[in-house]
């Protein structure tokens, strides 16, 4: 680890979870989540369904809209709120269950194996328990976003990440909705000059083997896909040599941090800075 980097713990890293009706599972998640982090912020996105009296008397930080605002307001509000608690990096983890709370001590592990960079729980575990169109739609999510990132990424739409606080001070990050979150990454490669490493986890859906509940998905295949599209093509075109960004992303291979293996070589932590 560079000598001016601060190593990520518990104690110096704040977990946002933006939250749209998550009744369901919402405590489950906190709780979760408060078992391995100190501080766990929570947006509710305008909910009508009692989420935040879900969690009363947890000892969290809630924010509240006072009318749905969408995921990517949810998130900018998390993250300023994060930033001025002091926090050196900000997880986050969707309501619904879907991401668990034992992954965070490999995102920050993982997190300090790649200083500086972007680090995304890639659901590549028991894959074959995602529906296919959401396996379609990922890998043509990450198809586009590398064309904008510059370098290719595994499991671009996953909402389990982990970002640096140089990245969350990024500002007028554009977008709205899931599309936010699309642009969180080309930001980050483009701005703040950060990698970007897919850590493999377990991809968690409502399968007839699957014990845990969920709630169906906000994300609505084909009219985010059509959304994060086509507002990646307008930052490549504004990019300019769209060809030439094209044939970059295609030969810079992704980082995929695999210490056991599985599916890739762990790569050397200098090798993580795609970006630079």
């Known amino acids: 680890m560079p000598e001016n980097s601060v190593r990520l713990h518990r104690g110096n890293v704040a977990v946002v979870i933006p939250a749209l009706n998550e009744s369901l599972r919402i405590r489950e998640v906190v709780e979760g989540a408060l078992a391995q982090c100190d501080r766990v912020i929570v947006v509710d996105d305008g909910s009508d369904d009692g989420t935040s009296e879900c969690i009363a008397g947890l000892p969290v930080t809630v924010l509240r809209h006072p009318r749905r605002m969408g995921k990517g307001a949810s998130l900018r509000d998390g993250f300023r709120e994060a930033l ?11 309501g619904d269950g879907q991401h668990s709370a034992e992954d965070i001590p490999r995102l920050l592990d993982s997190a300090n194996r790649h200083p500086g960079c972007v680090i995304i729980g890639a659901r590549l575990r028991k894959r074959r328990c995602q529906p296919w169109h959401r396996r379609l739609g990922n890998e043509f999510g990450d198809w586009g976003i590398a064309w904008g990132c510059g370098f290719r990424i595994v499991d671009s739409q996953s909402g389990q990440r982990l970002y640096p606080d140089a990245v969350c001070a990024l500002e007028n990050v554009p977008g709205e909705g899931f599309v936010f979150e699309a642009q969180m990454l080309i930001s980050a490669a483009r701005c703040a000059g950060a990698g970007i490493v897919s850590l493999p986890v377990e991809s968690r859906y409502a399968t007839p083997g699957e014990p845990a509940q969920f709630r169906k998905s906000h994300f609505r295949l084909w009219r985010d896909l059509y ?39 762990a790569p050397l932590p200098q090798d993580s800075h795609q970006a630079g």
């Open 84 to 94: 001025r608690q002091g926090v050196r990096a900000v997880l986050t983890m969707d």
């Open 227 to 265: 959304n994060i599209t086509s507002h990646v093509v307008v930052q490549i075109w504004r990019q300019g040599d769209m060809l030439h960004a094209y044939r970059r992303a295609r030969a810079t291979p992704p980082v995929i941090d695999d210490p056991d293996g599985e599916f890739a070589a």
